[in-house]
């Protein structure tokens, strides 16, 4: 089975190098860390790279070791979590990918293009994160503390705070788990989701002010600019979840928040929906992808083209 070769691949190779999604969530992190933590005991060179981590995961073991840039030229294993293609990590890590001796991946998003040498794959899976511990589980690690915590981060953030659609009993198994080993769930529910810097709020009381409703109010739409970020000095994951403040809108069937990344036309558009469309359908015809009730895409056009096509697109889903 392809988890016994992953545990031969660890056991058997010395340097490693992990990698997530690009604008890395709580599931990213969790994912890259549980990894990371897991093979460092088992005395593995390796690193983490990720860039625009949020600080609100610092409280994570190992987070203060996450590099921006790999410091090896190469790896002898590349891994990739929390990812559907790894072209969906930064641009600059895929020669470190392309270069690596052996590749393992770790995913949970549909459309996933099997990208690896190894690849554990479960669409059905709510988080990244359940996949690894399910796998750490069948291939004989049992996760220690700091572990769990990295696995429940993930968890919880990637269910929405065990809600999302998805959610199954192993949520809840895997959670009990984490509770039992002494993880201070209360801690880090706060900590990877309700605590919010105050720039996010400023960032928010924005987005709310502009909501437009479209479709019978069935369409949520708003946005922020790179303006409005230099103005109000956001850190990375202020734009995380703003989405959901249309999805949670009584009436709204899909959510769309869109935000600018670099000044001059490169946009993220961020997508949810409560109970019938797919937007991960939506966002592939962008380019982008993710997950049946939550997707993203990054859209090279101006601001009024972008939102026009995502709201025509959203329209033609809506019964
Ligand atoms: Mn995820």
Redesign the pocket.
């Known amino acids: 089975m392809t988890l016994d070769d992953i545990k031969n691949t660890f056991e058997n190779n010395n340097t490693f190098i992990v990698f997530a ?1 690009v604008t890395p ?4 992190v969790g ?1 890259g860390l549980a990894v990371y933590n897991l093979l460092k005991d088992l005395g593995k060179e390796l690193e983490f790279a990720a860039k625009d981590v949020p600080a609100n995961f610092e409280y994570l073991k190992g987070f203060d070791s996450i590099v921006e840039m790999p410091s090896k030229d190469k790896y002898d294993v590349a891994i990739v979590v ?1 990812c559907p293609d790894y072209k969906r990590i930064r641009e600059v890590y895929w020669p470190y990918f392309e270069n690596a001796k052996t590749t393992i991946e770790f ?3 549909t459309k996933n293009t099997m990208f690896a040498d190894y690849c554990i794959v479960d669409q059905a899976c ?4 359940q996949i690894l511990s399910s796998s750490f589980d069948y291939m004989g690690y049992e996760a220690t503390k700091a572990i769990a915590e990295c696995l429940l981060t ?1 968890v919880i ?2 269910t929405g705070g065990f809600k999302n659609e998805g959610t199954n009993m192993e949520t809840f198994e895997l959670a009990g788990w984490c509770v039992n080993k002494g993880v201070n769930l209360t801690k880090i529910y706060k900590d990877s989701m309700t605590t919010i810097t105050r720039t996010k709020f400023e960032e928010e009381k924005i987005a709310m002010d502009r909501m437009e409703f479209f479709a019978d109010g069935k369409i949520a739409f708003t946005y922020i600019l790179k303006a409005d970020d230099d103005k109000i000095k956001t850190v990375p994951g202020d734009h995380d979840g703003i989405v959901e403040i249309g999805r949670n809108i009584k009436g709204v069937e899909i959510s769309i928040f869109l935000y600018e990344r670099e000044e001059g036309g490169t946009y993220k558009a961020s997508l949810r929906s409560n109970e019938y469309v797919d937007v991960s359908e939506i966002c592939l015809l962008f380019g982008g992808g993710g ?1 049946v009730r939550a997707a993203g895409a990054t859209m090279k056009m101006s601001f009024e083209d972008a939102k026009k096509a995502l709201i025509n697109e959203a329209i033609k889903n809506i019964k």
Not at 25 to 28: E, K, L, P, V
């Open positions: 999604h969530d709580g599931d990213a994912s929390d995913d949970h998003h709510p988080a990244c994160c993930g953030t990637d997950h």
